[in-house]
């Protein structure tokens, strides 16, 4: 690394190179419009934010996923700087290359990086620093630590012995290469060391929660902020940082890098007018959704035969009643015949009959089984694809023993079936 001009840290100075699975290039886009969906006592926050695509016309189904790159906290940034001792570089231009004296096989920069930038560049927008430090590089930091104690810590965490204190503190406690240099003071890496051992920043995957046939030069995305600030993850804290800004004064320019990402099979797309469709999205999974219903609609406009014969039900599920998120725009669709039926549960109501959406669906297991196995049935779930999508599973499975009289192994591999033909198609949002 060399380097000494000083140099322009804007973000035009910021090129992103390889984004995982584009289909198009960064998008600078300005926030449109935004709204707190909801919050309060007992909930998450949810909150809509609607980008401006006017400048940056892009195809798009609701289902699609785009890519937010963030940017790291200024603060933590900042910390890493001083702790290092940057301050006398941090805006210098430097050129990234690999050294001629590296012993190492096939060394080679990430593709990721540009050659040319400033330390301040690649500490905010390129590094995760919040990763947990592999053991490769907890050795390659003990040569950079003075204190004797310090460098005793980092030897036993990267030891074979030490194994167990490195499940303890880094794997369960999570401990990130922040906490690490916190808690080793005197650890002061260079950078050629931080760019060779600290992963990628990566953008974060959101679905797109509007139909383009509708607004075509808008893109939705709705996500929820989790309550207890020190869980708030880095890009929904930068989203929801600037909604406050965009929402105090609208005239505040607030824009963010994002990229569409290869298509995949959980969309609604014109096929979908021809066969049943079952919705089941949890919290704010309900959120594609609404921009499915939002494109059969557009779709059903264009229709010069009528609607089809086919059935489209959708089953929600959320804490409260209060909390059921786009209510008026499902009664809307409800309305309109976008939707046939809709299926509400509300898990911490207590005088709820339906606390979860497989209450909703044991309740209406005959008709619910009888649409599922019809073959032009498609099954759209987007839970947390994890302990909820796995009962949401179980529960069909016991649905469909129970209904056609089959064997557990029998009903599992029916949805085994529907999953390989793309007909049971889960967003999982992990
Ligand atoms: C295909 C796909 C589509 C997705 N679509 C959406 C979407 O439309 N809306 C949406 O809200 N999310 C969506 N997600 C999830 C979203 O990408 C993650 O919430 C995001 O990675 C959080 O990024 P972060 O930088 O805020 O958190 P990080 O800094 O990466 O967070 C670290 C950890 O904090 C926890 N965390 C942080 N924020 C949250 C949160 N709000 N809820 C639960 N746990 C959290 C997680 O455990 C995470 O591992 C999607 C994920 C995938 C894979």
């Avoid at 990086?113 to 050795?139: D, G, H, Q, V």
């Avoid at 800004?245 to 990229?259: D, E, H, Q």
């Avoid at 594609?288 to 059969?296: A, Y």
């Avoid at 009664?331 to 207590?350: H, K, M, P, Q, W």
């Amino acid at each position: 690394m060399s380097g000494s001009e000083t140099w322009n840290n804007d973000k035009e100075s910021v090129v992103y190179n390889a984004l995982p699975f584009a289909r198009t290039e960064l998008l600078n886009v300005p926030i449109k419009s935004a709204r707190i969906l909801c919050q309060g006592d007992d909930v998450k926050k949810v909150i809509e934010i609607i980008f401006d695509l006017k400048d940056h016309p892009v195809d798009f189904l609701p289902g699609d996923t785009i890519g937010i790159q963030p940017i790291n906290r200024d603060q933590d940034v900042n910390f890493l700087i001083d702790t290092l001792e940057l301050s006398s570089n941090t805006d210098k231009k430097v050129n990234l290359s690999i050294m001629k004296t590296t012993q190492k096989k096939a060394a080679k920069l990430p593709n990721y990086l540009p050659e040319i930038t400033t330390n301040r560049i690649l500490l905010r927008n390129y590094l995760n620093m919040y990763s947990a430090p592999k053991k490769l590089f907890l050795r390659a930091l003990v040569e950079f630590t003075d204190d004797k104690r310090e460098r005793l810590l980092l030897q036993i965490l990267c030891s074979k012995e030490g194994g167990g204190f490195y499940n303890q503190y880094v794997t369960e406690k999570g401990m990130t290469f922040l906490d690490l240099l916190k808690l080793c003071p005197s650890c002061k890496p260079p950078m050629g060391i931080l760019i060779e051992h600290l992963p990628r920043l990566l953008p974060r995957p959101y679905s797109v929660a509007n139909s383009s046939l509708k607004s075509p030069k808008e893109l939705k995305i709705v996500f929820s902020v989790l309550t207890d600030e020190s869980q708030k993850g880095l890009t929904t804290e930068m989203l929801e940082e600037m909604v406050e800004k965009f929402l105090k004064n609208k005239n505040n320019p607030c824009s963010v890098n994002l990229y569409f990402r290869d298509e995949n099979a959980f969309k609604y797309t014109q096929d979908d007018l021809n066969k049943n469709i079952i919705m089941i999205g949890i919290g704010c999974g309900i959120s594609p959704f609404v921009g499915f219903l939002e494109h059969k609609f557009e779709l059903e406009k264009q229709l010069v035969t009528g609607k089809r014969d086919f059935k489209t039900w959708l089953f929600s599920g959320s804490r409260y009643c209060r909390n059921a998120l786009f209510r008026k725009e499902i009664c809307d669709f409800l309305e309109a015949g976008t939707i046939d039926e809709y299926f509400e549960s509300n898990s911490r109501e207590v005088d709820s009959e339906f606390k979860y959406v497989q209450d909703q669906i044991v309740s209406n297991a005959e008709r619910f089984v009888n649409l599922l196995l019809c073959p032009q049935t498609k099954i759209y779930v987007c839970a947390d694809g994890n302990e909820i999508s796995k009962k949401i599973v179980a529960c069909i499975e016991e649905c469909i023993k129970s209904v056609c009289n089959l064997p557990i192994e029998e009903a599992s591999d029916i949805l085994k079936d529907m999953r390989r033909n793309a007909r049971y198609i889960e967003d999982i949002w992990l």
